[in-house]
Structures are given as C-alpha cells and as structure tokens.
C-alpha cells in the first residue's frame, strides 16, 4: 500500500504565502515525477507543478515565478512553495506522485487527498 498525504493548507490574505507538504510512506520502491494539481470549484483539475527525477520542474504561466516545487529523496516528501497568492489560487490542492512499489517493475501513479487553499481578504 502507498499513501500520499498532504499537509499545510488553510485561509490566507490576497499577497500571502503558504507552504503545502506531501509525504509518500508505505511499501515505496522508488518515486519518479511528483507534482501537484489543484481544482477549483466548478472546474477542471489542473497541473500546478511537477518536479521529475532528475529535479527538473515545469509550470503552467498562471504561476510561474510565484509557486516553487521541490523535493526531499530522503523522505519521500514533495513541496509546494506559493508566494504572491492571488484569490484565484484558490483550490483544492492534491498531490500525485509516480511510485513503483516494493516487488513491482512498474510505476503506478497515486493521488493524496487534497488539501484546501483559501485566499481571501
């Protein structure tokens, strides 16, 4: 079993910032690409974020220069670094990560469940 768990939403005012956490655990034999999504009332899910392997990152314009992605091997932790927060970051913010468990040859890709992101005056 993998589980991937996310951590450090909440309200922040127009301008703020917010740092969001993700930690994989269970029988984990490697993790490729992590990333973040978010969802918005009403709309499509949508790539905020991904962070490959070999650290390479790439982001959708509407956060470029804004939202950081980075990642800690060790503890099979992925995070999202959000500055200049605007209210229509506001979402859900879910974790996915590409994960080959103990005993596989493949990588399957597994979702958190979401933390909340509210920012509003």
């Known amino acids: 079993q993998v589980q991937l768990v996310e951590s450090g939403g909440g309200l922040v005012q127009p301008g703020g910032s917010l740092r969001l956490s993700c930690a994989a655990s269970g029988t984990i034999s490697s993790i490729n690409a992590m990333a973040w999504y978010r969802q918005a009332p009403g709309k499509q899910r949508e790539l905020v974020a991904a962070?490959?392997?070999?650290?390479?990152?790439n982001y959708p314009d509407s956060v470029k220069g804004r939202f950081t992605i980075s990642r800690d091997n060790a503890k099979n932790t992925v995070y999202l670094q959000m500055h200049s927060l605007k209210p229509e970051d506001t979402a859900v913010y879910y974790c996915?990560?590409?994960?080959?468990?103990?005993?596989?040859?493949?990588?399957?890709?597994?979702w958190g469940r979401g933390t909340q992101v509210t920012v509003s005056s």
């Open positions: 962070i490959r392997s070999g650290d390479s990152t």
């Open positions: 996915n990560a590409a994960v080959r468990p103990i005993g596989s040859m493949t990588f399957y890709a597994y």
